[in-house]
């Protein structure tokens, strides 16, 4: 940069002047050929014209960096008087981090280097205050000699300086805000190059500064097949010519990223003099969004099946096609059994694992063109497309594929890493053509499903009429079952516990007084008790009447001995507050505990052993005795059933009722009685009718037995009235 250039004309017509000046000030300090008043008069004209500068000018000896002369607006820009500054050197009025640059560029001039410099620096003026100004320094020439002097003009650009701050304040803040909005933002120029863009523009395409700048027009790079970016600008054209004046193109795009991925968006543009403001938008995050929100609503997020809403969507399809095609198909419906007690004893988190690992069972059974759904809860639906010509086959294709879906899910799953058994129930039915809406079907194979679920379970059964009237008596017998417990239909019943010829005791078995059909045996609806939770306030009555009637017989030494053993349902058992609740019963009728048993099944107390323990351990620390129901009947695992506090087992009646005519069976009950004795406990078995069965048991050396042979169940009166025609009945053993 020439100095000229660097302090503006009229600075440098002053500059040269004082150059001029000075040299003539050097002459006359080092003595003059001309006469000393004619030097005197011009040194006064020249010094008036230097005072009167609107530039502060200064001479500095170059050796020791001192002002050796100042005119009157060097003066006024720093606020000192020409006497204090003369004799200062450079570096007292400058501000110390400017002034090593200062240095070295002054050391450049005096090493001839360069013929002059300019900087921008602050100095000091007397009052400690801070002044910008705008520095040019060359060399005096002497004439036939080596410069001893430079001269510095400077101009206070205090005023400039601040304006130019708060323009780069302000356009910081400009740029912060544009990188800030959640927009992609591109100020392209007439052939498309790109001038400007903020950083959310760069989070959009990847593409920086540097793919950009110098690299043509944008859209080369955004659209490279030029037929799509032929396609992408005239469709960019068109939006602008269609937006009315004032107003903002608009239109989406596919526009190919940095790294050769596509991204989607919308983009707007306002045109800006010869050049355009674009925006982008970023529509892969509302795409995302949108994927997801359809996800949601057609798929079950736990199993990743589809739900409901899809399913009927599909099986609306199915059947569509089926008139199409004239071709028949099927639907199943499928639900896991105990369901609800796995999620209430171990947990939602292991009801879930269940029904993530039998989608993925199911999913292993299916072909591409079948729909498998989650229908809310435990329940899956198979839609097996219309693809066989006649109802029968229809109903084959369905029958292979529900046995194989059956003994796909018997193999135990793993829940937090334990061993899991569990059966379905399946439902089915065949559909041809439009004859039922998605609806009826669906009916349909619920009422089949309801019938397999009676039927016993893990099995299979097709829709027919007469399940359908099973379904409406299930229906109806839930609500009798809720006024029967609001009013009291339910009564104990008792039957006799025998040991040696003596009652020791009894088992309390329900029976429904039900208003229309007369007496219903527990097996009509204890199952359907336990699916509809309905046992718990089933379960408790019994506890309580059980307890009640314990306090009551404790007046009379006849009965006072006798011991009372109640059912206790799984569901009933796991609740949070079981042990509480019993002892309340017992606190409440002040029964005591030790003549109190409970029976549990096997299937109960493996759900959750710690659980189990926990809570029989606190129940025996108050005397209660528990005893295992239906022993020999489940999946036994004796290591558990080890550490279980039993006192009792009770051999189903199941190998009682054939032990005389099946070895096998005799040879279970030989097992179970010396198991019994291993593990310290006694064993009582049930459902004894006949003498023979009873002689048996004994030589085996169960003397506890408890069935028809002795007495059925009855209600309380002939019980206790059995009790009293028993001589040496109710003294205990
Ligand atoms: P369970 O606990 O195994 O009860 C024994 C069942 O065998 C009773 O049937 C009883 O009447 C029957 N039984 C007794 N001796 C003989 C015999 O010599 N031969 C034959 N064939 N059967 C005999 P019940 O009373 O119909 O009860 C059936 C099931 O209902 C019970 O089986 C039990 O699981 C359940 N249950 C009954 N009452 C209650 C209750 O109050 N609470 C709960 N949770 N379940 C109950
Ligand atoms: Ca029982
Ligand atoms: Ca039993």
Known sequence: MSVLHAIGRRGAALFAFAQRLLRRGGAALVGARRSRAALLESEKRLQAVFDQAAVGVALVDMRTGCFERVNQKYC???????????????????????????????????????ASFQMEKRQLR???????????????????????????????????????????????????ILDHLPVGILLSGPDGQAIFHNRHFVDITGYTWRDLVGAGAWWTRAFPDPDVRAQALSRWHAACSQAHAGQIARAEYDVCRADGGICSVALSGIALGHNEILIFEDLSRYKAAEEQINYLAYYDPLTGLANWRLLRDRLDTALSRSVL????????????????????????????????????????????????????????????????????????????LGERVLAALRAPFLLDGESYRTTASIGAA??????????????????????????????????????????????????????????????PYYQAQVCDGRIIGAEILVRWHHPRQGLVPPAAFIPLAEETGLIQPLGEAMLRAACQQLAAWATDPRLAGLTLSVNISPLQFYQDDFVARV???????????????????????????????????RLKARGLRFSLDDFGTG???????????????????????????????????????????????????????????????????????????????????????????????????
């Open 430 to 491: 065949v559909f041809q053509g439009r004859a039922e809406s998605p609806d009826e079907l669906l009916r349909q194979v619920d009422v089949a499903l309801y019938q397999a679920k009676a039927s016993g379970r893990d099995v299979l059964c097709f829709y027919d009429a007469r399940a359908q009237a099973l379904v409406s008596e299930r229906a109806a017998l839930e609500s009798d079952l809720r006024v029967a417990l609001e009013q009291g239909q339910l009564e």
């Open 126 to 176: 007397k009052d400690g205050s801070m002044v910008w100004v705008d520095l040019t320094v060359a060399p005096v020439l002497q004439e036939g000699g080596v410069p001893r002097y430079n001269v510095g003009v400077i101009q206070d650009i205090t005023e400039r300086r601040r304006m130019q701050d708060t323009l780069r304040r302000s356009e910081e803040q400009l740029r912060s």
């Open 325 to 400: 095609r004239k071709q028949c198909g099927a639907v199943l419906m499928l639900d896991l059994d105990r369901f609800k007690l796995l999620n209430e004893v171990r947990g939602h988190d292991c009801g879930d694992q269940l029904l993530r690992q039998v989608a993925q069972r199911l999913r292993g059974q299916v072909r591409t063109e079948d729909v498998l759904a989650r229908h809310g809860g435990d329940a899956f639906v198979l839609v097996l497309d219309a693809d066989r010509p006649t109802p029968t086959q229809a109903a084959a294709h369905a029958g292979e």
């Open 583 to 617: 002892l309340d019963a017992l606190a409440d009728t002040g029964a005591d505990p030790s003549l109190l048993e409970l029976e549990l099944t096997e299937g109960l107390l493996l759900q959750d052993v710690e659980d189990t323990i926990a809570k029989m351990v």
């Open 635 to 733: 999946y036994s695992s004796l290591a558990y059933l080890k550490r279980l506090p039993l006192d009792q087992l009770k051999i189903d009646q199941s190998f009682v009722r054939d032990v005389l005519r099946d070895p096998n069976d005799a040879a279970i009950v030989r097992t179970l009685v010396a198991l019994g004795s291993t593990f310290g406990l006694r064993v009582i078995a049930e459902g004894v009718e006949t003498e023979a069965q009873k002689a048996f048991l004994l030589a085996q050396g169960c003397r506890h037995w408890q069935g028809y042979l002795f007495s059925r169940p009855v209600p309380l009166g002939r019980f206790t009235a059995l009790v009293r025609a028993n001589p040496a009945s109710g003294q205990g053993v």
């Open 76 to 114: 006024d820009i720093l606020g000192y008087t020409r006497d204090e500054l003369q004799g200062r050197s450079v570096r007292d009025i400058s501000e110390a981090s400017d002034y090593q640059l200062n240095l070295d560029l002054r050391d450049e001039l005096q090493r001839g280097r360069r």
